[in-house]
């Protein structure tokens, strides 16, 4: 009777649920940093944002000064607030209408700085690269 009753219990031994356990340990570990990692780059794409309005800003000023044959870009200097980003700074410079930059560099939480570049024309397309 007793051996009747032991064969008909089900379940998981002891040693499967560590076994288990492990294993998605083991997952955690691998995966838990990539996650970090995209979500570093996710916060920081937003440098882009700004970086690319204030290329476009100078753009537009580049079209009104063309029609009274002037050259004198205006520079950003103060960075747009970003959340999750700390020491938001643009190092623009006023330059000609064929050579526009724009640069705005901030830090994650973690203390990776990214930064965001935009250059182009004003009668061009303004492409924009973030790094690392």
Request: glycine share 6%.
């Amino acid at each position: 009777m007793f051996a009747q009753m032991h064969r008909d219990q089900k379940g998981f031994t002891l040693i499967e649920l560590m076994i288990v356990i492990a294993i998605i340990g083991i997952l955690a570990a691998i995966a838990l940093p990539q996650y970090n990692a995209y979500r570093r780059k996710a916060q920081a794409s937003k440098l882009i944002d700004g970086a690319r309005a204030c290329a476009q800003e100078m753009a537009a000023d580049c079209q009104q000064d063309v029609n009274t044959n002037s050259t004198n870009l205006v520079s950003c200097n103060t960075a747009p607030t970003l959340p999750y980003l700390t020491n938001t700074t643009f190092t623009s410079a006023g330059g000609t209408c064929t050579a526009i930059n724009s640069t705005l560099t901030g830090n994650t939480p973690d203390g990776t700085t990214y930064t965001a570049a935009c250059t182009g024309a004003y009668n061009t397309n303004i492409t924009c690269t973030l790094t690392p």
